[in-house]
Nanobody, 121 residues
Framework: QVHLVESGGGLVQAGGSLRLSCAAA????????MGWFRQAPGKEREFVAA??????DYADSVKGRFTISRDNAKNTVSLQMNNLKPEDTAVYYC????????????????RGQGTQVTVSS
């Protein structure tokens, strides 16, 4: 069992930055593909970013603006979000899965409770 807790969300103006963090407990994340997804009100979940081994992947909508990183020694995953846009407003969730492509397809094994990101125009 992996327990994930997100932090770092908040209110920011368009063009600003936020850094989300995800702390894992229970098991090491080193054997998992880790990722982030988001869900805006009235919309379906949307893949944001994933990291596995030395590889990363991003949704086209955030490519070049967001950066995912993981620290297996600290059992944490981060999402640096720059040049935020109002359409980035959503609850952001950290997720862990068995494989890279599964996380990308939102077929994860564990997820956190989420952290709210609100971007004002």
């Amino acid at each position: 069992q992996v327990h994930l807790v997100e932090s770092g969300g908040g209110l920011v103006q368009a063009g600003g930055s936020l850094r989300l963090s995800c702390a894992a407990a229970g098991r090491t994340i080193s054997t998992y593909a880790m990722g982030w997804f988001r869900q805006a009100p009235g919309k379906e979940r949307e893949f944001v970013a994933a990291a596995s081994g030395g590889s990363t992947d991003y949704a086209d909508s955030v490519k070049g603006r967001f950066t995912i990183s993981r620290d297996n020694a600290k059992n944490t995953v981060s999402l640096q979000m720059n040049n935020l846009k109002p359409e980035d407003t959503a609850v952001y969730y950290c997720a862990a899965g068995d494989a890279y492509f599964l996380v990308r397809e939102l077929k994860y094994d564990y997820r956190g409770q989420g952290t709210q990101v609100t971007v004002s125009s």
